[in-house]
């Protein structure tokens, strides 16, 4: 059933805009069925402060009491609507340095939450989606070029994977958002490619999961984090009548969720109804959700699991109908 498994609000994070309780009635205006929350978790030096914060006079202990208040909202209000919406309190990890690992383990054992993304969108300790000037300049520290910035970008994900195995990996190819060319191939970068098929090798190896994630559309890009072509590596049965250099994926089982990483209300459910033509494309047959249930996928998150949901039967659904 429709649903987002990456969101945010203006009441926990500066650059959204709207109180985390109007997210969940967009949600449930639009009828969706389920609505991960998903506020960033706080950062741990002050020279990780992003401009606005700044402005407004943010420190980090200021970030890390945010962090409890929206834990506490967030469970509130998913009492509150529980009769509207299944509603899963999670959150956006970032992978800055080592010492992220710990901020995002000590997170986990102080709130009981019900998931969280795995993401990266720092390179180098600089932010890669914030503007282009950031960007430019974590690509010239990586070597001056987008595909020596894309490699550093992949192995920074791959040290998260390895540290965090996320259940949910959030915009998978974020990357490319401030290159030169976010549209194009990136196959012809044989160190990059490999790098991308390396990741998604071990994504699968331990049963995680990438989000396609609309924000991309959002921001102007042809197709949703991650692109096709990315997807296609993910997608098991594509590797029947490919070529023997790529029969190593028949063994991936490649899950993907529903992602619009919302970050106001006009935003909820954005781009959603590109995704059907996109999943048919790419042929992706079905989507994961996350559950709460008898059943339990991941030790951290006792009573979650995630259900597959073929795409035939999304189509048919008053969320998609209505679009």
Excluded at 41 to 60: H, K, S
Excluded at 120 to 125: D, F, W
Excluded at 185 to 205: A, G, P, T, Y
Excluded at 207 to 228: F, H, Q, S, V
Aim: hydrophobic share 35%; proline share 4%.
């Amino acid at each position: 059933m429709p649903f987002s498994h990456h969101s945010h609000s203006g009441q926990f994070c500066l650059h959204a805009i709207g109180d985390l309780e109007d997210m969940i009635k967009a949600a449930i205006r639009k009828k969706m069925d389920t609505l991960v929350l998903t506020e960033h978790v706080p950062r741990d030096q002050e020279i990780d402060l992003y401009p606005e914060e700044v402005v407004a006079g943010i420190t980090i202990r200021d970030l890390f009491k945010t962090f409890d208040a929206y834990y506490a909202e967030a469970r509130r209000l998913q009492a509150v609507y529980s009769s509207s919406i299944s509603i899963l309190v999670g959150m956006e990890t970032d992978w800055i340095r080592p010492s992220s690992l710990q901020i995002i383990e000590d997170l986990l054992k102080r709130h009981p939450l019900d998931t969280l993304v795995g993401s990266v969108h720092h390179v180098h300790g600089v932010p890669i989606d914030f503007d282009r000037d950031k960007y430019q300049q974590a690509r010239r520290i990586s070597g001056g070029t987008d595909e020596k910035l894309f490699a550093d970008y992949y192995d920074a994900q791959l040290e998260m994977l390895k540290a965090v195995k996320p259940p949910i990996v959030g915009h998978f190819d974020v990357i490319r958002l401030w290159s030169d060319a976010p549209n194009t191939s990136k196959k012809d970068h044989n160190q990059v490619w490999e790098k991308i098929r390396r990741n998604l090798r071990f994504v699968s190896s331990y049963g995680g999961m990438l989000e396609i994630n609309t924000a991309a559309i959002r921001k102007g890009m042809r197709e949703p984090y991650p692109d096709g072509e990315i997807c296609q590596v993910c997608r098991p049965r594509l590797c029947g009548d490919e070529v023997d250099t790529r029969k190593e994926f028949l063994k991936l089982k490649g899950r993907f969720v529903l992602s619009d990483d919302s970050h106001n209300i006009s935003q909820v459910g954005f781009g959603y109804e590109s995704i059907m033509a996109f999943t048919e494309k790419i042929g992706i047959e079905g989507l994961a959700i996350l559950q709460k249930g008898s059943t339990t996928n991941d030790a951290r998150f006792p009573g979650v699991c995630a259900l597959s949901l073929s795409v035939a039967d999304l189509k048919d659904h008053t969320f998609f109908k209505g679009l």
